[in-house]
């Protein structure tokens, strides 16, 4: 058809024929013979069908121009289908706004390819906008094609509330963690590409610059500055990010003692409040601050463009003061508070799980720190715990791979300077880190309970050494091993069978090994680790209280506890140290201490001895043993072989 007014019912003439459309013409394909043609019933029959139908069409040329539309498609475009004539189909139906659909629609007017389909947004006569699947397709025997434009709009609206509903919490009516994902990574890639466009801006300005000392003044505007837009470009932005990241303290008491209902009116009362914070410390190129509920009781709010850390500070802050507010639910009156993690940083080169990690990690900080605060990320602090993470991460398998070694500090007699016992200090040959002193890999040992197989390491070295010095001198007076235990130890192992194993295998005599607990875990021992305690005093091992002073100090568990050797805090020795300006009060401390550990039966080791001033004022009160630089510090076992008999250490 021709997009004309019904022709007659009988026979068309030639020339009519001629210029009708695709659907009379029988032009065969590339290379492909003619078919036998249509009735010229058919024929009307097609064209009448062609004018009438609901779908929208048009007949293309292979230059892309229209041959013929039906009524649909004029009603469409808001034009008679007759005057669609000779225009472009691809300007009607918007196919060149993007290359890479303007070379599919080539294609197929080319005969390349075989069909077609994309989804355009295009503008109804009547003004409206709807949704349109555009498909092309060539036509059966001709070197024309069929362009088909249908309606999706209820389709789209349809998918459009079902991802809304996809990606919004149904609680809380707020973004859920998968679009609070999808919006972050976009900002943080639309803060990458304008990173690299502000880039090629600057360097086209330098370019610019250049040219214009060259004398090319026609590059630059008046006074020679450049006259483009670039002094302008990124008005307005940033390239930085914010991130909020809280949680709700004390949430799970509420869901247990009210029940979950109560609990999701509190979750939805808080949204509200947190939208208000965010809407109040306004808005960006892309509108309000994000606001999103990631599961549970956390939340999370992005600042796009943030200024700065200030920024951010003043929204933490603002939450924590909108949340302290009570909340009336119902007749119930509901005070919670929130831990906040903050990281603000620039979005170039950042990516969404980085950022959430470390929000995550700083949102720990805030809850250790002692809830109802925030923090903001620390980079140091970040490593230390990246440190500590990778300390923990392969503490156990160091001690299969035969990483930690011991040094020995000489425990040192106060009344004749000769060498009585060795503490055995560990020490961890790391192959990244270097060399580890216990403090640096001790407290996670017991937190992860490594600990139990490192502690059984250091028993068993430590006491086949002290064995090892008695056999290599048999005529010396054997020294003593003291060996530091975790209280861990004593609930997670079986410490007296392994005692009592490691020295009926190495052949050390019970009374020349002593283990040392801190006075924190000896004055609480109670039930296993006092039977414990008592098995191994039972034994001939000798129990020492580890810087004593510092912890409970209850004076009482000392009658108790099977303890055989105090061991003074540093803190008392070093007040000491000034001899002209003496404490008084620190020596009368001491010196009460000394005098009822001897009461009692037990002798006293005077740790961090640095001077022999100090030395000489313990040895004057009655201090047994001491301990620190003044006589060495923790050396290797060939060191200590070499001080077995020797001349006494000073005194």
């Known amino acids: ?10 026979p068309e003439p030639p020339e009519t024929r001629a210029a009708d459309s695709a659907l009379t013409e029988r032009h065969p394909p590339y290379g492909a013979e003619p078919r036998v043609g249509c009735s010229p019933s058919e024929l009307r029959d097609y064209r009448a069908a062609f004018r009438v139908a609901q779908l929208a069409m048009a007949v293309i040329d292979q230059d892309g121009v229209v041959v013929t539309a039906n009524d649909s498609f004029g009603t469409l475009v808001g034009a008679a289908p007759e005057s669609l004539r000779e225009q472009a189909a691809a300007d009607l139906v918007d196919l060149a706004s993007d290359g890479r659909t303007w070379h599919a629609y080539r294609e197929v007017l080319r005969g390349r390819r ?15 906008s709807l949704w349109a699947e555009v498909t092309v397709a060539p036509v059966p025997d001709s070197r024309r094609v069929l362009l088909s434009i249908t309606d999706i709009s209820d ?5 459009a509330r079902l991802r809304h509903l996809q990606m919004h919490d149904p609680v809380t009516r707020l973004p859920n963690r998968a679009l609070f994902f999808e919006r972050l990574s976009a900002a943080l890639e639309s803060s990458t590409q304008d990173a690299a466009d502000r880039a090629s801006a600057a360097a086209v300005a330098g370019t610019a610059s250049a040219v214009a000392v060259a004398g090319a003044v026609d590059a630059v505007g008046p006074g020679g500055t450049i006259s483009s837009s670039y002094e302008s470009y990124g008005y307005g932005r940033t390239g930085r990010i914010g991130l909020c990241y809280l949680d709700l303290d004390g949430f799970k008491a509420v869901n247990d003692t009210l029940g979950h209902r109560v609990g999701d009116r509190l979750l939805a009362a808080v949204a509200s409040r947190l939208t208000e914070c965010a809407d109040s410390d306004g808005y960006t190129r892309s509108g309000g601050h994000l606001v999103a509920r990631l599961g549970g009781d956390e939340f999370a709010i992005v600042v ?10 003043d929204l933490a802050r603002s939450v924590l003061s909108a949340l302290q507010r009570p909340f009336d639910l119902g007749g119930q009156r509901l005070s919670v508070s929130a831990s906040i993690g903050v990281v603000e940083r620039s979005g170039s080169g950042t990516t969404a799980t980085a950022l959430m990690q470390d929000a995550d990690t700083t949102l720990y900080w805030a809850k250790a720190d002692g809830k109802a605060r925030w923090t903001l990320f620390d980079p140091e602090r970040n490593a230390h715990r990246m440190t500590r993470q990778a300390l923990s991460s392969t503490l156990r398998p160091a001690v299969e791979r035969g990483e930690f070694a011991l040094e020995y500090q000489p425990l040192v007699d106060l009344a004749d300077g000769a060498v009585r016992g060795v503490e055995a200090l560990v020490r961890w040959n790391h192959p990244q880190f270097g060399v580890l002193p216990p403090n640096r890999f001790v407290g996670i040992a017991e937190e992860d309970g490594s600990i139990v197989e490192l502690g059984r390491w250091v028993l068993n070295t430590a006491c086949r050494q002290a064995r090892q010095w008695q056999k290599d001198h048999p005529r010396e007076r054997p020294i003593f091993v003291s060996v530091n235990v975790a209280v861990r130890q004593v609930w997670d192992s ?3 069978a392994d005692v009592a194993g490691i020295l009926a295998e190495t052949g050390l005599a019970p009374h020349l090994l002593q ?3 801190t006075e924190s875990a000896v004055m609480g021992s109670a039930g296993r680790p006092l039977q414990a305690l008592q098995a191994l005093s039972d034994m001939g091992v000798r129990i020492a209280i580890d810087d004593f002073g510092t912890g409970y100090s ?5 009658s108790r506890l099977p303890v055989s050797v105090l061991k003074l805090d540093g803190s008392f020795v070093r007040g000491f140290q000034d001899e002209e300006h003496a404490n008084p009060a620190d020596e009368l401390i001491v010196e009460a201490l000394v005098q009822l550990a001897h009461r009692l039966g037990l002798t006293v080791t005077a740790e961090c001895v640095e001077t022999s001033g100090q030395a000489s004022r313990l040895r004057r009160i009655g201090c047994d043993t001491g301990q620190g630089w003044l006589y060495s510090r923790a050396v290797t076992p060939d060191r200590i072989a070499e001080l077995i008999g020797a001349e006494p250490l000073p005194a």
Do not use: I, W
């Open 1 to 10: 058809m021709s997009g004309t007014p019904e022709g007659p019912v009988h």
């Open 114 to 128: 075989s069909r077609f389909r994309c989804t355009r947004r295009l503008k109804h006569a009547d003004g409206r």
């Open 155 to 159: 389709r789209r609206e349809l998918q």
């Open 304 to 313: 796009e463009e943030s200024t700065g850390t200030e920024q951010l500070a």
């Open 494 to 496: 079986d410490l007296v």
């Open 515 to 517: 283990l040392e607990l």
């Open 554 to 558: 209850n004076l009482a568990y000392l």
